[in-house]
């Protein structure tokens, strides 16, 4: 596949298939091309040569970096959640009930459920934002750079939590980040692009010393 700008190529030959069930870092240095391959992968954007083929069936969910709430935000994390299940409709059927009460305990809101979003932790605001995604039965979740911004626990907190629904569900994972700790201790395999190539390998063999500079160290906020 090809892909470029104007007259800017990003890619000239990217060629790799994400396996159903897999869990993979999407690493690169600033401006590489990470979001606009996710856009390709997404369907808003097309390669200029060949194909990105998508399986029968494939149902995408989409989990955005973390941003803040206001703690002013009057919506609890429950009803939060609910917006991406056409709104706050008051009269959910008992299925769409059901389904928000799994995603919520998948995500480890429950007992969080009634308390307002704008007062909740940066984990628990990021937890939401993923149990929305999770409301609209992804079997392919993309994660855009969903850790950064949070503070150490919290990052691999949800990473635990992603990997379990990895694990026990078969749900696809992209996961970029700037993070190679991270990458190397949560995900199965990384997808590395560069300026004029790419790479796609198990993190148990990812050499750190071959990494992009400005990924390492890896990046620590707060
Ligand atoms: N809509 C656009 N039109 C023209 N150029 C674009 C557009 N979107 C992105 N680019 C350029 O394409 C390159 C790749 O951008 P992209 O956002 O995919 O990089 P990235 O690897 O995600 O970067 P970062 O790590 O900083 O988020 C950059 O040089 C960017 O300026």
Do not use: C
Request: charged share 20%; aromatic share 8%.
């Amino acid at each position: 596949m090809r892909f470029g700008f104007h007259d800017r190529p990003l890619y000239s030959d990217l060629n790799f298939t994400l396996a159903q069930g897999s869990l993979t870092s999407l690493i690169g240095a600033n401006g590489v091309g990470k979001t606009t391959l996710v856009r390709l992968i997404m369907g808003e954007l097309q390669p200029v040569g060949g194909t990105i083929t998508r399986m029968p069936g494939l149902r995408l969910g989409y989990v955005p970096q973390f941003r803040n709430i206001d703690s002013e935000y009057p919506l609890t994390i429950r009803s939060f959640v609910q917006l991406n299940q056409h709104g706050l409709w008051p009269w959910h059927t008992r299925a769409e009930k059901q389904a928000l009460d799994a995603v919520l305990k998948q995500t480890e809101l429950t007992e969080r459920q009634h308390q307002l979003i704008g007062q909740a932790s940066g984990g628990e605001k990021q937890k939401a934002y993923l149990a929305q995604a999770l409301l609209t039965a992804p079997n392919f979740l993309i994660l855009d750079e969903a850790t950064a911004s949070l503070d150490v626990n919290t990052k691999t907190e949800l990473m635990s939590l992603v990997r379990q629904l990895n694990r026990n569900s078969g749900l696809t994972v992209l996961f970029i980040t700037h993070d190679l700790q991270l990458a190397r201790e949560y995900t199965d395999q990384y997808l590395l692009l560069t300026p004029d190539d790419y790479e796609l390998k198990p993190t148990s063999a990812m050499d750190m010393a071959k990494m992009p500079p400005e990924l390492q160290p890896a990046e620590e906020v707060q």
